[in-house]
């Protein structure tokens, strides 16, 4: 039996968003999935940066990675990333005409509805079929739990935006990119995925689309059926799991999970304060015993305690 379990305590979040974009060039399925691997190695070549080697390998990302980095190299990568600033001009702003910069694309927004729509015309022109997306995922702005763990299907296999919605309306302005990005759709032919619990008047604003609506009762059933969703279309289900907390004082530690899952083949499960939901036992108990677990949370007692559930637990 391989399993595998990762324990990371995380001191900051990252930003509840992802597009992503194949413009470069159209791809075919074999094509689209070769380069999935290719980024998925350089993300575990990075992840290993970060973290050192203590972890164990994700044999189908690639091997070696852990001999490129030494501990060492790694430690000295982060005392070099946490030294302060030894000088600042304290007029660099003055007159400032720009907010970017060679590398750093600033998005000024404060508003949910606002950000994703600014990340969407980043990311996606849409000037022409190259730079189209496949499909619009649909996330709600008042259940983040939903929200991130929808994100698992915005690289593969839709290759489209992530943008917000109300439970009740879409907004104007929402409606207005959904218009203006044109989804060209996913293999299946649809434009627009829903997801999370949303009132009908939600999915009649969406006529004229090829839609696709996801939901479930609770936050750990949605991810679990979001995880099912992802091996029906890749045809294998991922041995590599994210395991978050449910509980909204744990959202920014959650929610780092983002990013990796919106581009790498792994998928992300929740756990209660107290308590492994039923579905997601059910989810890992699919992967038969070959499970990579990362568990996402701060140090507390009773994380500590699920994550001894999750390492004895018969799977």
């Known amino acids: 039996m391989k399993k595998r379990l990762l324990y990371i305590s995380a001191l900051s979040g990252v930003l509840l968003l992802s597009g992503c974009n194949s413009e470069e060039e159209p791809q075919t399925d074999n094509e689209t999935a070769g380069g999935h691997e290719d980024h998925m190695e350089e993300m575990e070549e990075l992840h290993e940066d970060h973290i050192g080697d203590g972890h164990g390998s994700h044999e189908d990302h690639g091997e070696g990675h852990g001999e490129h ?3 060492s190299t790694a430690e000295e990568i982060k005392a070099e990333a946490g030294e302060e600033v030894g000088t600042f001009n304290e007029r660099a ?10 590398n750093i694309t600033r998005i000024e927004e404060n508003e949910l509805e ?8 980043t990311i996606w022109p849409s000037t022409h079929e190259e730079n189209q997306p496949g499909t619009v995922i649909m996330v709600p702005k008042d259940h983040w739990q939903v929200a991130l763990a929808g994100l698992n299907l915005v690289h593969h296999p839709n290759d489209g935006p992530a943008l917000f919605t109300g439970s009740d309306s879409i907004s104007d302005s929402v409606l207005a990119e959904i218009e203006r990005l044109q989804p060209k759709g996913n293999e299946d032919g649809t434009e627009v995925i829903v997801m999370g619990d949303v009132d009908e008047n939600v999915l009649d604003q969406l006529n004229g689309y090829e839609t696709e609506h996801i939901t479930a009762e609770t936050p750990a059933a949605f991810a679990a059926k979001i995880d099912e969703a992802y091996a029906e279309v890749t045809g294998n289900i991922t041995e590599n799991i994210i395991i978050g907390s449910l509980e909204d004082e744990d959202q920014t530690l959650t929610s780092i999970a983002g990013y990796w899952i919106a581009h790498m083949e792994e998928g992300l499960l929740y756990v209660a304060e107290n308590e492994i ?3 997601t036992i059910e989810a890992l108990e699919k992967r038969e015993g070959e499970a990579n677990i990362y568990v996402l949370g701060s140090e507390t007692l009773s994380l500590k305690r699920l994550l001894t559930s999750l390492v004895n637990m018969e799977m």
């Open 277 to 279: 939901p039923s579905e």
């Open 93 to 102: 702003e003055d007159g400032l005409l720009v907010s970017q910069t060679k």
């Open 69 to 71: 980095h030494s501990e």
């Open 114 to 121: 606002g950000l994703s729509i600014a990340v969407s015309q």
